[in-house]
């Protein structure tokens, strides 16, 4: 549960200006800590209204992310973050993309800590990980 104080009218406003404030807290967190990790440094961090997408990463450095993953499991927020990095180093889903973010970003998402393997969420980050991988849903 969740108090918003205040008039009940602008509880929907303050709540997510909350939520898009810890998101942000969040990803700047999960960002910094991946950047460094591939020694790439972003040059503009967003948390914006996306419904499409839940990042982008631009060809000037630019990384955006919706506010909506702060209502996800925390290794959802947290490989879309190390996804958009990878991209600093990688701006498309080739081959070597995908390698950068399978050996030196996955092993440091675990998801486990959020679910437990074997549930249908741990399946969803191995869809999200590398769906290149998967061969049946």
């Known amino acids: 549960i969740i108090k918003v104080p205040g008039p009940a009218d602008a509880a929907p406003r303050r ?3 909350w939520l898009v404030e810890e998101a942000k807290r969040d990803l700047d967190k999960r960002v910094a800590f991946h950047a460094k ?3 790439v440094v972003p040059k ?3 948390v914006r209204d996306q419904t499409s997408r839940w990042g982008s990463c631009s060809a000037s ?3 955006s992310y919706s506010w909506r993953l702060i209502v996800t499991p925390p290794y959802v927020l947290d490989y879309v973050a190390a996804h958009e990095v990878a991209h600093l ?3 498309d889903h080739s081959p070597r993309f995908w ?4 050996t ?8 486990v800590a959020s679910v437990e393997e074997g549930s249908e969420a741990f399946g969803h980050a191995v869809v999200l990980a590398a769906p290149h ?4 849903i």
């Open 15 to 17: 709540l997510r200006v």
């Open 37 to 39: 990790r591939l020694g």
């Open 89 to 91: 180093k990688h701006l």
């Open 104 to 111: 030196h970003l996955w092993p440091t998402i675990d998801p």
């Open 44 to 46: 503009r961090i967003a």
């Open 133 to 136: 991988l998967v061969t049946r």
């Open 99 to 102: 390698h950068l973010v399978l």
């Open 61 to 63: 450095g630019d990384l």
